[in-house]
């Protein structure tokens, strides 16, 4: 028997088609790129920043609320200008984005994977399965996200952790609706029948077989979900309920130079907000670009 | 229910209804009178079918006829609501869950669209071969190997084998689909208008495999299409359903000769034949009844030229005309 | 039958060297490459071919009808004298739907899902003919009844998915009758549909256009089909066409070996229990063919020769031709 001609269409993988499309949008790469400066500063906030804002050996009460470029005694400059407490500004958001991109990223992958099994499990089985959790979800998702982090947080008290759960909670309900909606879908596909005419066991068509096909809309919705979470995050800090001063996030920032405002000592909390949306813009900007790129009627 | 031990495959007395049951608001309205009812489809309506060792089976029928209900619940993809299945003359009902999982990749389907029928996240090295591998045919080392055989088997390039679905064309997909469904080593196989979406000339190569298989692994075939001449071309014995049940059963010989039933006559009389002559259409009146609301007594009466009073009132039953040649129609039965 | 070589018909639609080629990322991929025929009034043709023959968009082509990455690079298209590649867009689209008219495999391409059909056939009238609503009306309800649609008036009433497929089709049709147009493009309009309706769907296209003296393109890639309802029929292949003339001709006796090969590989033209005969390989990739025949790589005949693409030339039967150094019936000098 001669073989079928071997004529294969363009070898391309599917991320390569992924990464190919993605950058080919310039706000896209340019929104990736502010993201990676973001990521890096935070990751490394500990060797490029000029001070270690939380070593009391390093503070001098005498130093704080300098205005921006003003110099710093071991000869550099404050550029951007120290807090209350005569933290430098720019080591302090240094520090602060490390915190808040990890609780953000934290919680949303801990969400993710959550509302992931709950919401794929629903889908594949049905009946009162799928019933309860989706009431559950449906209820959780009429409360204001702020309203339900706040009631978690008076009943568990403050603290990483209890903020890290708090966070968690609020999140996992999106993502179960979405994958279940997806995998709804998929589930009546043909190769799902050939999964389960091979007689595969129902936990490996699951996560082997609906699961890799339900996430390009999930990672569009985690994306999103991450500058939520960030978000989130930055709020319940600055009503004072969320980090402890300990580890102060972007948020806690924002609200130590709140009332110092209107003042005229407006760095201490602008440039922190400024860092901030930029870190949330250019998560947005992915986001978007990744949501157009993984939709499959939109490619060309 | 006892069995005929000499076929490979029965179906005895199997049917399928899908019923939409009333939701709280239409039970509450029913409360006040407003008489509404649950919506029954019969997509298979008390069939009995024989797959002999080594036979292929045509089943034929329009849209609606539940060709493809019946292919799947054979197949073991959708539950019975009545009837039993035999495979060699045992029953299929309440075995256990290692024997059922045996049981079941004995008997395999081919799927119609190639492209949907294909995970499109998985190489096709995995999509053959996750299934010998999982239940224990091959061991985990010998995936790579076995999978070349397959593909080998079916016409492929083996060196393919790290490739995803949407590289390959129509007629490949289909390939891959049976190396699929032949790595479990299947005696029996459903095949789902597995060459409906073929182009004619990928259709040649793809039912040419069909038969050298068959021959080389001793294969039994139930061949679901609604293309007379494939199903003529390929069948041993051709079964015609119309809305859900089966009208006439016959060697495919007989059946493209003579057929019997007015439906299968009216069918085979639009089956067209690429003769080079320009003929006129000759249309069969009325549009196939929808399967929620089905005429009574024989399903084709409204659209039968020959209708009697007798086919609006009763349900002909399948009876033997001729040896191996069976029909539902009472002009059989003056 | 209509003998296209005494020229009893004026032609209706001329294509003269069209040429529609898709500039995409990877490449450019040539869908329809050189494509020319002619169509007399009332005339049924019958464009056959595979997937990826350039069938399709040759119909797409001829309505106006290809987006961006495509565009038309050359050739003409001249129907009823009018050189419908030198309009502009709006004059186009007054001729689309009112002097050609297309129909698609789905008919709900045609259907807007929303709409009732009235609403919809009405549009349709208004959009080419000063008439009124009435006088449009009374032309719809005319369209349904000549298209086999019982009850005209209960239906004007209805909606889309109250019918059922080949209801929807052959109100997809009754549309494209509505202005009387020249010339009908059907692409697959009956390919989706079951045996028996398509049996009915073809009875009537082929009443309709016995009376109305419609000229027809019939699309598709079943030759059953064409063999029963067309006059003359194009073989496409590869975005060219390998061979034409007339049906009868043609498939009695075709001349290209592609044709050959189709007809071959037609389950109904072989005996049971012998292999089918079957084409090897596959149809090539449109995005780099290599020069020559495009037929070349599964064609038993080739040679050196082959590696040149050929050109049209006359054989077999009166108002035969074909694109191909090693035809199976005798070439005219």
Excluded at chain 2, 231 to 252: F, H, N, Q, T, W
Excluded at chain 3, 33 to 52: A, C, M, N, P
Excluded at chain 3, 63 to 75: F, K, Q
């Amino acid at each position: 028997m001669t073989p079928a001609s071997t004529v294969v269409r363009a070898v391309q993988t599917p991320f390569q088609r992924v990464v190919g499309d993605f950058m080919a949008n310039p706000v896209a790469v340019f929104g990736l790129c502010l993201l990676l400066l973001v990521v890096l500063a935070a990751i490394f906030a500990p060797v490029i920043s000029p001070q270690n804002p939380y070593d009391l050996a390093q503070l001098d009460v005498m130093d704080s609320r300098l205005p921006p470029g003003s110099p710093a005694p071991n000869g550099g400059h404050y550029w951007l200008g120290t807090d209350d407490q005569g933290r430098d500004m720019l080591s302090a958001i240094f520090y602060g984005l490390r915190i808040s991109l990890a609780v953000g990223v934290i919680s949303t992958v801990c969400a993710l994977v959550i509302g992931l099994t709950l919401g794929l499990t629903a889908a594949y089985f049905g009946g009162r399965f799928e019933t309860l959790v989706m009431r559950v979800v449906d209820i959780q998702l009429s409360f204001p996200a702020i309203l339900i982090a706040l009631i978690l947080i008076a009943v568990l008290g403050q603290g990483t952790g209890k903020v890290i759960t708090a966070l968690i909670t609020v999140q996992w309900a999106y993502y179960a609706r979405t994958v279940r909606g997806a995998a709804l879908v998929e589930k009546r596909r043909e190769y799902m029948e050939a999964a389960r005419c091979l007689a595969l066991s129902p936990a490996r068509i699951v996560f082997r077989h609906l699961l890799p096909n339900c996430l390009p809309p999930m990672i569009v919705v985690a994306t999103v979900q991450v500058a939520a979470a960030i978000a989130l995050e930055a709020t319940l800090s600055f009503l004072g309920l969320g980090l402890p001063i300990t580890e102060p996030s972007l948020g806690l920032l924002i609200a130590n130079g709140y009332q110092y405002l209107l003042s005229g000592k407006y760095w201490i909390s602008f440039f922190p907000g400024i860092a901030l949306l930029l870190t949330i813009v250019s998560i947005n900007l992915v986001a978007d670009q990744m949501r157009d790129v993984l939709n499959p009627r939109l490619q060309k | 229910m006892t069995a005929d031990v000499s076929a490979l495959v029965e179906l005895k007395g199997v049917s399928k209804r899908f019923v939409k049951s009333l939701d709280l608001a239409a039970k509450i309205g029913n409360r006040f009178g407003a008489g509404m009812k649950e919506e029954v489809v019969h997509a298979v309506d008390n069939v009995n079918l024989v797959v002999a060792p080594g036979e292929v089976v045509g089943l034929v029928g329009e849209s609606g006829c539940g060709k493809s209900t019946l292919g799947r619940m054979t197949v073991g993809l959708l539950p019975l609501s009545s009837g039993e299945r035999f495979w060699q003359g045992e029953s299929l009902a309440g075995q256990d869950a290692g024997t059922a999982r045996r049981q079941q990749l004995k008997m395999q389907m081919i799927f119609q669209d190639p492209y949907a029928s294909l995970n499109p996240r998985m190489r096709v090295l995995d999509i053959v071969g996750e299934a010998p591998v999982a239940h224990g045919i091959i061991r985990g080392t010998q995936q790579v190997e076995y999978v070349g055989l397959m593909l080998n088997r079916v016409g492929l390039d083996p060196t393919l084998m790290r490739r995803y679905p949407h590289q390959f064309s129509g007629g490949q997909r289909a390939r891959i689909g049976i190396a699929r469904a032949l790595a479990v080593k299947p005696q029996f196989l459903v095949c789902d208008e597995s060459v409906a979406a073929l182009d004619v000339s990928i259709q040649a190569q793809v039912l040419n495999l069909f038969m050298e298989l068959k021959g080389a692994l001793n294969l039994t075939y139930l061949f679901i299409s609604h293309d007379l001449g494939v199903v003529k071309y390929i069948s041993d014995r051709v079964v015609v359903m119309y809305l859900g049940r089966v009208v006439e059963s016959a060697p495919s010989a007989e059946l493209f000769a003579q057929p019997n039933h007015p439906y299968t006559q009216a069918l085979l009389a639009e089956a067209g034949k690429v003769t080079p002559a320009k003929r006129t259409f000759v249309p069969i009146k009325g549009e196939i009844p929808s399967p929620l609301d089905p005429p009574s007594g024989c399903h084709f009466h409204p659209r039968c030229p020959h209708a009697m009073t007798k086919c609006r009132e009763a349900v002909p039953p399948l009876i033997e005309i001729a040896p191996g040649q069976m029909s539902a129609c009472f002009l059989n039965t003056p | 039958m209509i003998d296209s070589d005494e020229a009893l018909t004026e032609p209706v639609l001329e294509v003269d060297g069209l040429r529609t080629h898709f500039f995409t990322k990877a490449g450019v991929v040539k869908a329809v490459d050189d494509v020319s025929f002619t169509v007399g009034r009332g005339e049924v043709l019958g464009l056959v071919g595979e997937s990826g023959s350039g069938k399709s968009m040759t119909g797409y082509s001829l309505m106006g009808l290809i987006d961006p990455p495509g565009r038309i690079v050359d050739g003409s298209i001249i129907l009823d004298g009018i050189a419908l590649r030198t309009l502009t867009p709006e004059q186009q689209r007054h001729m689309r739907g009112n002097r050609i008219a297309m129909i698609f495999q789905d008919p709900m391409m045609t259907l807007n899902p929303v709409l009732r059909i009235d609403v919809q056939m009405i549009e349709a009238v208004l959009a080419h003919k000063h008439v009124t609503r009435e006088v449009a009306r009374a032309r719809a309800r005319e369209a349904l009844v000549k298209v086999g649609i019982a009850s005209p008036d209960e239906r004007l009433q209805a909606y889309p998915h109250q019918f059922s497929g080949g209801m929807r089709q052959r109100v997809a049709i009754a549309i494209a009758l509505l202005n009387r147009p020249d010339l009908i493009i059907a692409d697959e309009p009956t390919t989706a549909l079951d045996v028996t309706i398509q049996g009915q769907i073809l009875y009537e296209i082929q009443k309709l256009t016995r009376e109305t003296g419609t000229a027809l393109i019939w699309i598709t890639h079943d030759l059953s089909v064409v063999a029963g309802l067309a006059d003359r029929v194009c073989v496409m292949y590869a975005g060219r066409i390998v061979e034409q003339g007339s049906c009868e001709e043609v498939l009695a006796h075709p001349a290209h070996p592609y044709t050959q090969g189709l007809l071959d590989s037609v389950p109904a033209n072989n005996e049971r229990g012998q292999r089918l005969k079957q084409i090897p390989g596959m149809t090539p990739s449109l995005l780099d063919l290599p020069p020559g025949c495009p037929f070349r790589e599964r064609c038993s005949y080739a040679d050196a020769e082959c590696e040149v693409s050929p050109e049209m030339r006359p054989a077999g039967g009166p108002g035969q031709s074909v694109r191909c150094f090693h035809p199976l019936v005798p070439v005219h000098s």
